[in-house]
């Protein structure tokens, strides 16, 4: 699997297609890291954001939308704040 995330991660960055900035940024937002501002992407941070988008992706084959946010409600009420 880490191989593969890899080879993903590779063909991200060298991608020329027309959908390739708008899928590096995706990524970088989901990973939740910084990037300095002369910098669009680093090759960490888009490995970090697939890895979160592929778990994503995991989650929503299991649960639907609703139970998410059921899910959501459930956890700030245990917490005792709104998330």
């Known amino acids: 699997m880490v191989s593969y995330a890899t080879l993903f991660v590779w063909k991200i960055e060298r991608s020329e297609d027309k959908h390739a900035p708008v899928v590096r940024k995706f990524l970088v937002q989901l990973s939740g890291r910084l990037i300095e501002k002369k910098k669009e992407y ?38 005792g704040m709104e998330i």
Not at 51 to 57: A, E, R
């Open 42 to 79: 680093t090759t960490p941070a888009l490995l970090a954001g697939l890895w979160v988008f592929m778990k994503m992706m995991n989650i929503l084959a299991i649960y639907d939308v609703e139970a998410l946010f059921n899910f959501k409600e459930q956890i700030g009420d245990m917490m």
